[in-house]
């Protein structure tokens, strides 16, 4: 009867006593992940930023050819069609017109679709230079320094931009503003860029997300938590924010909830 029971016990225990020890190492494993979350430091490097934030960044422009230019409407056709190479072809057989800023612009938006940089970013120089109150080429430039991560020109540019336009046009030059001086480390600068730029667009939720970062950047966890249940209210099914407040839940140990 003892061997009987032996066997028993064992057989029953077994997979107890292993599952037990599934759940020990797996609570060691997440406590373990958030003390490293934990101890992040305040400034973040940009080159090492969560996936999510590369989602919430995405390169804003303004892509629309100018209505005002001359024998663009074939142009706008062909870049509807994602003929850019043909678009960019007609564009330059206009660009005699060195006149026209709205011509130049259209240019440096087919090179930037190709691929060209530094020649879209020509192009959107040289429209300034006819029109400096040229909005959109202003705003695709400063962006364009932004996912160039060159940051500083990107401030430089932006802070001009801001002056050109009002409603959601400064809305959206104010988010992208906002996280060109967060690259830079000029916190205070971004929070309020942010802020205005959610004030002036209440739906926008870009900015939103910008601002939560911000806030778990430099240890405001609260604040950023705050952010990101606004976002939810505005969006109940957003992954990128439940996301976000399991990463703040990490970062202040709290596993349960993270989980």
């Known amino acids: 009867m003892k061997d ?3 066997a028993l016990w ?15 190492a797996g609570g060691t494993y997440l406590q373990y992940s958030a003390l490293q979350i934990q101890n992040r430091p305040i400034t973040v490097n940009v080159n090492s930023r969560t996936a999510v934030e590369t989602i919430n960044i995405q390169f804003d422009e303004i892509d629309t050819i100018p209505e005002s230019s001359s024998n663009l409407s074939e142009v ?7 003929e850019n190479e043909k678009a960019l ?3 330059l057989a206009y660009s005699g017109d060195t006149n026209n800023a709205g011509i130049l612009f259209s240019i440096g938006l087919v090179k930037n679709r190709l691929g060209d940089k530094t020649g879209a970013i ?3 120089k040289k429209a300034l230079q006819l029109k400096p109150s040229y909005f959109e080429a202003s705003f695709n430039l400063g962006n364009l320094y932004l996912a160039l991560k060159r940051y500083d020109l990107s401030v430089m540019i932006l802070e001009k931009t801001v ?3 009002g409603g959601v046009k400064r809305s959206r030059t104010l988010s992208s503003l906002g996280i060109a001086y967060h690259r830079v480390g000029k916190y205070s600068l971004a929070e309020e860029s942010l802020i205005e730029s959610v004030n002036l667009d209440p739906s926008s939720l870009k900015p939103r997300f910008e601002l939560a970062e911000l806030y778990a950047d430099t240890g405001r966890m609260v604040d950023a938590e705050d952010i990101y249940n606004e976002i939810l209210l505005l969006d109940e099914l957003n992954s990128q924010a439940y996301i976000g407040l399991a990463e703040l839940s990490l970062a202040t140990g709290d596993v349960d909830t993270a989980i």
């Open 122 to 124: 020509n192009s959107y």
């Open 4 to 6: 009987f029971l032996a």
């Open 163 to 165: 002056a050109l336009a």
């Open 76 to 82: 706008s056709l062909l870049l509807g069609q994602n």
């Open 89 to 91: 072809e007609l564009l």
């Open 10 to 24: 064992t057989k029953s225990a077994l997979p107890v006593l292993f599952f037990v020890i599934l759940l020990v």
